[in-house]
């Protein structure tokens, strides 16, 4: 993740961010949508289950990124607030299952740097989750669940948030990667399902491609364009074997993610759903070459 975040600060994009005002858009955002946000009607059992998620969350810059945020907020407000929310996110992966600490205001972690100081210090600060760890604990049982009480949200997890909620509202727990073997997500996220009838979002966050090398080189954009197009595909056909097999199935997979911890959250989202090819996209642009594709299965 250090040798992205370099990358991308250095980056002519990332550049033309005025410094004196990082994450303008998101002040922008919660002028305009608190209201609406503080308002959204919670979830009730009469509305089914909610959908699993799966997001191409951004790097602190995505803050001042207008689009991006106004599309997350639409897209959560296009359903009941939940009444929690679980997030599996790239950026942690823990051989035993871990959870982030569950109290109210844990402070974030901030798994980042090369960017304006203010980025560590925009707070979202979510309510008391200790019922939900609990739930978790219980759910994935009878494997010990370690909690770090002092290990808040990760990027992957409170950036897309603060678009999506931005009034920290929803008690949120952070659950840890037990590997990055797409077939161990799958299963992860069966075991998650039942939550979404409770009104628990489940979430994986990761990104549809998540090339370094495209950033040097433009023209292998076209490696990354070609991968995504086979996810959609393969999402629509509920494939399940060939996504969890993406590295020898999809095209492009060596240059779209070199290594595996940005796409397996998808297998994530895929294996909470009652239906894996019931995925819609919520959001399809590609950015700096590459697919910020976010999805919900129901």
């Known amino acids: 993740m250090k040798e992205l975040i370099s990358i991308i600060a250095r980056n002519s994009l990332a550049a033309a961010i005025p410094s004196s005002t990082p994450a303008a858009a998101y002040d922008d955002l919660l002028a305009r949508v608190l209201p609406q946000a503080r308002e959204q009607r919670v979830w009730n059992p009469s509305d089914g289950p909610l959908p699993s998620l799966f997001v191409s969350h951004g790097a602190p810059f995505t803050l001042d990124d207008s689009q991006w945020l106004g599309d997350l907020f639409d897209w959560a407000r296009s359903m009941p607030k939940p009444r929690a929310a679980v997030v599996v996110s ?86 840890s990667m037990p590997s990055l073997d797409p077939s161990a997500l799958l299963e992860l996220g069966a075991r998650l399902r039942p939550l979404r009838e409770e009104g628990i979002l489940v979430l994986g966050s990761g990104f549809m491609t998540h090339s370094f090398a495209v950033f040097r080189r433009p023209e292998l954009a076209a490696d990354t364009t070609a991968f995504d197009e086979w996810a959609v595909d393969a999402l629509a056909r509920g494939d399940v074997d060939a996504l969890t097999d993406y590295r020898n199935k999809a095209p492009g997979a060596a240059v779209a993610h070199p290594t595996a911890d940005h796409f397996v959250p998808l297998l994530l989202a895929v294996g909470a759903a009652h239906d894996p090819g019931s995925a819609v996209s919520a959001i399809d642009r ?10 919900q299965l129901t």
């Open 90 to 175: 790239a950026h942690w992966e823990q051989a035993s299952a871990a959870i982030s600490g569950a109290a109210a205001g844990t402070p974030l972690h901030y798994d980042f740097s090369g960017f304006h100081p203010r980025y560590k210090a925009l707070p979202y600060a979510t309510p008391d989750a200790t019922g939900l760890a609990r739930r978790l604990t219980g759910l994935l049982g009878p494997t010990p669940v370690h909690e770090f009480t002092d290990r808040g949200l990760d990027h992957g997890a409170f950036i897309p948030l603060m678009a999506m909620y931005p009034a920290a509202d929803v008690p949120v727990v952070q659950l």
């Open 286 to 295: 590609m950015v700096m070459g590459n697919s910020t594709r976010s999805v």
